[in-house]
């Protein structure tokens, strides 16, 4: 069986909206990392929310 993808929806601000799509078994600084590639945008100034709460804290 192969790994479990996710989709995960970046809002606009900096970076404009875009959708990534990455395994499950990213953990959040993967993803930051992910982004910082595509964008430029920094790890350090992302935030990543699920529902009402911050995931993966400030890096």
Do not use: N, Y
């Not at 989709?7 to 959040?28: D, F, I, K, Q, Y």
Request: charged share 30%; glycine share 12%.
């Amino acid at each position: 069986m192969g790994d479990r993808w996710v989709r995960v929806t970046v809002l606009p601000g900096c970076v404009g909206c875009r959708t990534v799509a990455v395994p499950a078994s990213w953990t959040a600084r993967d993803l930051k990392e992910r982004i910082f590639t595509e964008t430029g945008f920094p790890v350090s100034e992302q935030r990543l929310w699920r529902g009402d709460r911050e995931v993966g804290g400030r890096h």
